[in-house]
Nanobody, 123 residues
């Protein structure tokens, strides 16, 4: 059974940093695209970042230059490094994976979801 387990969320002040981790189990995702989405209270889930099989990355405009997605295939883990956090980054962050090596940028592409980890940025 495939599982994606996120960790690293919490409360941070504006301007601070956090690193989210997503550990995959049940199968290897080394040749698959993975990514992060987030959902703020009262809003729809939105795509944040993606990384494909070749480690090529893509970002939403709202986080470009502040967030970095990376992966460690030896650990079957993907990370989201978040810097210069803003109160508008407050959301539940979801790790995801698709059964394809190509970039993941939309929810319809997702085949596996994690349970989410909450990030709260105080002003």
């Amino acid at each position: 059974q495939v599982q994606l387990v996120e960790s690293g969320g919490g409360l941070v002040q504006a301007g601070g940093s956090l690193r989210l981790s997503c550990a995959a189990s049940g199968r290897t995702f080394n040749n698959n695209a993975m990514g992060w989405f987030r959902q703020a209270p009262g809003k729809e889930r939105e795509w944040v970042a993606g990384i494909d099989w070749s480690h090529s990355t893509a970002y939403a405009d709202s986080v470009k230059g502040r967030f970095t997605i990376s992966r460690d295939n030896a650990k079957n883990t993907v990370y989201l490094h978040m810097n210069s956090l803003k109160p508008t980054d407050t959301a539940v962050y979801y790790c995801c994976a698709r059964n394809s090596p190509y970039q993941l940028t939309r929810a319809i592409m997702v085949d596996h979801w994690g349970q989410g980890t909450r990030v709260t940025v105080s002003s």
